[in-house]
């Protein structure tokens, strides 16, 4: 199957900071979305992102799929972006294959006051 | 609005009971899905319908029943479940083939406790 790897695997930030995330993926894919686990365990949409960039306040995303990478970026962090990150993919497939998301082990973000 | 909803929000259960997960979603979508997620690790998917037929299930033991009723609808129904089944249950939806768009939307999830 896909191989999703996500770096770092912790990151302690000021607040303040500006951060970079990193997901790399091993195979042509028409799906990769970012996602926010909070505490309590909700998954919230960051971005749906196969390709190219898009940016949402503090947060901006750009996914190169010719050379299958994305990046998360997170300016001026908060404590409240603190949480694990996601990036997920699903691979170009006709059929099922289309609908599996396969995720990274994350990224856990702890931005200190 | 992009809302998934699941109740309960929290199940502790014994190994001999019987109980249903449940999902609903009012955006139109015609894809849905269970994940399974085990404290620490990333979500893992379990079952996905679509247009309310089963469509990938990842080899999940049959102690663990999906069943989808209608479009906006998924039930995840549990019988003699062992302790390592405990974990938080994640529902999804998104567009359905020729719907367009594949972007999921997961629910708040459900933490299960099995004793």
């Known amino acids: 199957g896909i191989q999703v790897e996500q770096s770092p695997p912790d990151l302690i930030l000021q607040e303040g900071a500006n951060s970079t995330l990193r997901c790399n993926f091993s195979d042509s894919v028409n799906n990769l979305q970012w996602f926010h686990q909070n505490p309590w365990g909700q998954l919230i949409n960051l971005f749906y992102i196969p390709s190219g960039t898009k940016q949402n306040g503090r947060l901006s995303a750009t996914t190169v799929a010719t050379e299958r990478y994305s990046l998360l970026y997170i300016s001026s962090s908060q404590t409240t972006d603190s949480g694990v990150y996601f990036c997920?993919?699903?691979?170009?497939?006709?059929?099922?294959?289309?609908?599996?998301?396969?995720f990274g082990k994350g990224t856990l973000l702890t931005v200190n006051p | 609005d992009t809302e998934v909803t699941q109740t309960p929000k929290h199940l502790v259960m014994g190994m001999t009971n019987k109980k249903s997960l449940k999902c609903e979603q009012h955006?139109?979508?015609?894809?849905m899905y269970w994940y399974k997620q085990k404290a620490k690790k990333p979500p893992e998917l379990m079952f996905v319908?679509?247009?309310?037929?089963?469509?990938i299930n990842e080899s999940v033991p049959s102690r663990f029943s999906p069943e989808c009723p209608n479009s906006s609808l998924l039930n995840l129904h549990l019988h003699a479940l062992q302790p390592e089944d405990s974990a938080l249950y994640l529902c999804a939806s998104s567009q359905g083939p020729g719907q367009g768009g594949h972007e999921q939307y997961f629910g708040p999830g459900t933490r299960l406790t099995v004793t």
């Open positions: 955006m139109g979508h015609r894809a």
């Open positions: 997920a993919v699903a691979l170009r497939r006709s059929g099922g294959s289309n609908y599996k998301l396969t």
């Open positions: 319908y679509s247009y309310e037929k089963l469509s």
